[in-house]
T-cell receptor, first 115, second 115 residues
Framework: GAVVSQHPSRVICKSGTSVKIECRSL??????MFWYRQFPKQSLMLMAT?????????EQGVEKDKFLINHASLTLSTLTVTSAHPEDSSFYIC???????????FGQGTRLTVV | AQSVSQHNHHVILSEAASLELGCNYS??????LFWYVQYPGQHLQLLLK??????LVKGIKGFEAEFIKSKFSFNLRKPSVQWSDTAEYFC?????????????FGKGTHLIIQP
């Protein structure tokens, strides 16, 4: 099946710094990518939807200035957590939607720990 | 707004037992329904999906699910589980309008199969 690569898988950063997470579709073009956040023992919560070449659409309650999303190409989207704080520590998962089949595939997730 | 309820948070079964995981959703329109599995340390994988047509859908690894519109349910079943089915299972729903929307997930069911 289609592969979505998310990098890094784990990152630890200091409070106040920024962290960039990459999401790549390796063998298909993703017209739409989604970013989710998962708290321990909770479900995945949709944070934002990004379409290639346009601004991301954020879900209610998600700060767009804090979680910067860029979808510059059909195979790459990035999520930058700016001025990270300990409460931003979480598991972030991206999903890429195949423009042909409309099926969405998931990356392996990024465990962010802010200390 | 959409919501998904998974009734069983933890399920422990013995090998060869039959499995049924409950999933109910709340949404006023037409939906697409999904079951995903997440094996330990791995990314989410699609088990099966329902878009339209036969409400009984068959997925990979011997899983099936039945969409009952009147009950807003999409329960996952497997007649005989294996130890390798130990994983986290997520039910998800999406607005059926073209796939441009992200998924709304249930909280997940942690399934443990005892040998």
């Amino acid at each position: 099946g289609a592969v979505v690569s998310q990098h890094p898988s784990r990152v630890i950063c200091k409070s106040g710094t920024s962290v960039k997470i990459e999401c790549r579709s390796l063998d298909f073009q993703a017209t739409t990518m989604f970013w989710y956040r998962q708290f321990p023992k909770q479900s995945l919560m949709l944070m934002a939807t990004s379409n290639e070449g346009s601004k991301a659409t954020y879900e209610q309650g998600v700060e767009k200035d804090k979680f910067l999303i860029n979808h510059a190409s059909l195979t790459l989207s990035t999520l930058t957590v700016t001025s990270a704080h300990p409460e931003d520590s979480s598991f972030y998962i991206c999903s890429a939607r195949d423009g042909v089949t409309t099926e969405a595939f998931f990356g392996q997730g990024t465990r962010l720990t802010v200390v | 707004a959409q919501s998904v309820s998974q009734h069983n948070h933890h399920v422990i079964l013995s090998e060869a037992a039959s499995l049924e995981l409950g999933c109910n959703y709340s949404y006023g329109g037409t939906v697409n329904l999904f079951w995903y599995v997440q094996y330990p340390g791995q990314h989410l994988q699609l088990l099966l999906k329902y878009f339209s047509g036969d409400p009984l859908v068959k997925g990979i690894k011997g899983f099936e699910a039945e969409f009952i519109k009147s009950k807003f349910s999409f329960n996952l079943r497997k007649p005989s589980v294996q130890w390798s089915d130990t994983a986290e299972y997520f039910c998800a729903v999406r607005n059926s309008g073209g796939g441009a929307d992200g998924l709304t997930f249930g909280k997940g069911t942690h399934l443990i199969i005892q040998p």
